[in-house]
């Protein structure tokens, strides 16, 4: 049985509220040893031993919001080429979305992408089934099943509901069978052809614009009826002040909601967009800097409880057409822990605190193994120099599209290592 040990390694494991120096010690799949009483142990026979001085140790990260283009959309992202990104970012589990073709919403297609994942992924994929057939908002999926076929959660991925009963009856399934919905509101009607947030930059553009009640709307009417049905709610991908007030107000009531915020809606505001710059035509569209400035506000008083990437690979020609007519979307999972960190350097956020939102929360909210590195429990770790700065290049992209936010950005904390039960599946 092979062992590695990381000597004087900074250990963050926001599951056990650690941070200090210590030891970790990695025998086969599982971690036997993380602490600082674990300094002086000594080392298994024949370990490799790796000197963590300057370094952390964190638990892999769970990424909660993944589009993957296979099954039907291979040319854009593929499970393996998914799970190699994610590796690099220190990524060891992710849930995919069935924004697929044929969408996941089905037995067969999860058991498609469990087998696919365990064939050609380096890291754990968990696939999210859809709560209606076809996406289509109308006829819902067959919940029990999908759960007992190893889906892990409920959604209609891009897509938002429009119908109150069917959504108040997912809610209902989910709450007697013990699965999560997880919902991106944004109302069509409201958001009609908008491309960016409503206000005077989009004017100055000349787009039509997306305003926040298009997000806060449906999702006041589906924290209603969480608290009528005491269904599990996750709201997917909040962005604005208004949002998370109202998310506040349900979890002050009682409701069984959470919600999640997407790393661009932290990390980037409508002036990005520039000079019609599609790849910064996301949903929901980047905010403006009041609302991003709210958003993280809502992850340090826990309003907000997971961080997402929200990959969404877009090849050349969905993304190299007029900002209006350009697809919505960007991939994620390289950048997601060096955009994270900036939150950490910039004082914003507490680093046991951001690791949490991006690894044992997402691991609590979803039931997923991971998030933890207490003994016992499956080696699925990276080791991170929290200090390197690096530029995004799309040379150095792993994902199959290249349609990052980030590209010639100046990041800082590089992903040196990622261990996924034990094994290495990502070295720098």
């Known amino acids: 049985m092979s062992a590695t040990v990381f000597e004087r390694v900074r250990i963050v494991d926001p599951s056990r509220g650690i941070d200090e120096v210590g030891t970790v010690i990695v025998e086969g799949r599982k971690i036997t040893a993380a602490g600082k009483a674990a300094l002086d142990q000594g080392a298994p026979e024949g370990a490799t031993i790796i000197d963590g001085r300057g370094k952390a140790i964190i638990p892999g990260l769970i990424d909660a919001r993944v589009f993957i283009g296979e099954p039907g959309g291979e040319h854009r992202e593929t499970i393996a080429s998914a799970s190699l990104a994610a590796a690099a970012g220190g990524v060891t589990s992710i849930v995919m979305m069935p924004d697929t073709d044929p969408v996941i919403d089905n037995v067969a297609l999860v058991e498609f992408v469990l087998r696919t994942a365990k064939d050609t992924a380096v890291v754990n994929v968990f696939p999210a089934a859809a709560i209606t057939k076809g996406l289509e908002g109308r006829e ?16 209609d991925g891009r897509h938002t509901i429009s119908s109150a ?3 108040r009856r997912a809610l209902t399934y989910a709450r ?3 699965g999560v919905i997880a919902h991106e509101t944004q109302d069509a009607d409201l958001a009609s052809s908008g491309v960016m947030n409503e206000g005077l930059y989009a004017s100055w553009l000349g787009l039509a614009g997306i305003p926040r009640e298009a997000e806060s709307i449906p999702l006041e009417r589906d924290l209603a009826l969480a608290r009528l049905t005491g269904g ?3 709201a997917a991908k909040i962005s604005t002040a208004m949002a998370a007030a109202a998310v506040t107000r349900a979890k002050a009531e009682g409701a069984n909601v959470t919600a999640g915020v997407s790393i661009h ?6 002036n990005d967009v520039g000079e019609y710059r599609t790849f910064f035509r996301l949903t929901p569209p980047l905010r403006a800097e009041e609302d991003r400035l709210a958003m993280i506000e809502a992850v340090k008083d826990g309003t907000i409880d997971i961080i997402v990437s929200s990959h969404d690979p877009q090849d050349v020609d969905t993304k190299r057409l007029p900002f209006a007519d350009a697809a919505a979307g960007a991939i994620g999972l390289e950048t997601l822990l060096g955009a994270a960190l900036r939150l950490y350097h910039n004082g914003d956020v507490q680093l046991l605190r951001l690791i ?7 691991a609590r909210l979803f039931g997923l193994p991971g998030g933890t590195l207490k003994p016992g429990a499956l080696a699925d770790l990276a080791l991170v120099d929290l200090d390197e700065p690096w530029i995004v290049s799309e040379g150095g992209i792993r994902s199959r599209s290249k349609n990052t936010c980030f590209e010639g950005a100046r990041l800082q904390g590089k992903v040196l290592q990622t261990l996924v ?3 290495t599946v990502f070295s720098a």
């Open 140 to 155: 819902m999926t067959e919940f029990g099943l999908l759960l007992e076929a190893g889906a892990v959660a409920f959604t």
């Open 165 to 167: 009963l069917v959504m």
């Open 176 to 178: 007697d069978f013990g």
């Open 232 to 234: 599990a709610y996750h």
């Open 265 to 270: 809606n932290l990390s980037l505001n409508e």
């Open 356 to 362: 949490e939102v991006l690894s044992t929360a997402p």
């Open 421 to 423: 039960a034990g094994r």
